[in-house]
């Protein structure tokens, strides 16, 4: 769960918190992780103390049974006055007291092989809780999440957020996380990229590094320029427009002049310079219709409209210059207004 999330917009620079997680359940395995390692180290240190006991008993053990053997030795000594029996049972004794040394010799070893494996397996819990302490540690430490460089932040849509409209707001304070989220974006606006499509109908007459006016929707009141830097090689079908669908170029295109008003995702419109004519007489391209294939304009005379056919200089998307057929200050019609006069009147 997030419970700390930076305000969209907000200026950041590297290592600042962007993002901070609920590390509640990381912090209470971590308190039960520490105290079951201060558990495992005593247990590997009583492991170790008991087993240092065990040696030296076990080396007491030995050193006791090998006293024995030296002093039943002595006992065997064949003397003339000591009676034959006597010696037999001295020998007995040697006898017994060489099998108490080699059974004291087993034990020590079998002794050490048991502590050492005990004292090992404490180990091995010891390495383990460890590792899961360290594991939690490196977890909470990632539920900081810093600023890899300076940015602005952008904070993206939570997409199990969306109402019935389909519409999903921003991530915020108290939203729940999945792995592979995208929560936030700094995109570095030290320099800033526009996309657009371009007509194919004008990719002749584009070149790169052309020159470019850009005015945002957001901000009217300033135009911004750029330069084009990439121009895609292949047209693609945009089925978004028209049918039947259009074929556009990618365009790509630099700012020479971003300002700290410009955020990422903003809808712009731009305008390339491709020729200059001075003193064109223009007018809105849907103004222009073909009559018997010839391109005309309809010019409002009193209360109607009269046909006139026109002479295209130079054809663009939204407007078109024309060498004759009209005069500067006359009212033309955006399409043929008789058509739709005559429509009504059936």
Do not use: C
């Given at each position: 769960?997030?419970i ?9 620079r590297?290592g ?11 912090a ?9 390692l201060?558990?495992?180290?005593a ?10 006991i065990?040696e ?14 030296n002093?039943a030795?002595l ?10 029996i ?18 004291a ?7 050490a092989?048991s ?13 383990r809780?460890q ?8 977890a909470?430490a990632s ?5 890899p460089?300076?940015?602005?932040a952008n ?9 019935m409209s389909?519409n999903s ?19 570095d ?7 657009a499509r371009?007509d ?6 584009v070149?790169?590094?052309?020159p470019?006016t ?18 895609s ?7 978004a427009s ?10 790509e295109l ?11 995702g ?7 310079i491709v020729?200059?004519h001075?003193n064109?007489?223009?007018v ?7 009559v018997?294939?010839q391109?005309?304009?309809y ?10 056919t ?10 078109m ?19 739709k006069?005559g429509?009504g009147?059936r």
């Amino acid at each position: 769960q997030i419970i700390k999330l930076v305000k969209n917009g907000t200026s950041v620079r590297a290592g600042d918190v962007v993002i901070e997680f609920d590390p509640t359940a990381y912090a209470r395995a971590q308190t039960d992780r520490r105290a079951e390692l201060k558990q495992a180290e005593a247990e590997t240190e009583q492991a170790r103390a008991q087993g240092r006991i065990s040696e030296e008993a076990s080396a007491t053990n030995l050193l006791r049974a090998r006293f024995d053997v030296n002093r039943a030795k002595l006992d065997v000594v064949d003397r003339d006055f000591v009676a034959r029996i006597e010696l037999e049972r001295a020998k007995l004794a040697l006898s017994d007291a060489e099998q108490r040394l080699k059974e004291a010799d087993k034990k020590r070893v079998a002794e050490a092989a048991s502590v050492a494996a005990n004292i090992a397996g404490r180990v091995r819990r010891q390495e383990r809780v460890q590792q899961d302490l360290e594991r939690i540690e490196r977890a909470l430490a990632s539920f900081e999440v810093r600023a890899p460089s300076a940015g602005t932040a952008n904070l993206m849509a939570n997409s199990r957020s969306g109402s019935m409209s389909g519409n999903s707001q921003d991530f915020r304070e108290g939203d729940r996380a999945w792995p592979g989220a995208s929560i936030v974006e700094l995109p570095d606006l030290s320099s800033v990229h526009l996309t657009a499509r371009l007509d194919e109908s004008d990719r002749g007459r584009v070149n790169v590094d052309q020159p470019a006016t850009v005015h945002l929707d957001a901000v009217p009141e300033r135009p911004y320029h750029s330069t084009v830097s990439r121009i895609s090689l292949l047209a693609r079908v945009d089925f978004a427009s028209t049918w039947p669908p259009a074929r556009d170029f990618d365009l790509e295109l630099s700012m020479a002049d971003p300002d700290a008003r410009l955020k990422p995702g903003m809808t712009a419109t731009l305008r390339i310079i491709v020729a200059r004519h001075p003193n064109a007489l223009v007018v809105p391209a849907q103004a222009v219709t073909l009559v018997n294939g010839q391109p005309t304009v309809y010019v409002q005379t009193g209360s109607g409209f009269v046909a006139r056919t026109v002479v295209i200089a130079r054809r663009g998307r939204e407007q078109m210059a024309l060498a004759s057929g009209v005069e500067p200050g006359e009212r033309i019609a955006l399409g043929n207004p008789l058509r739709k006069v005559g429509a009504g009147s059936r």
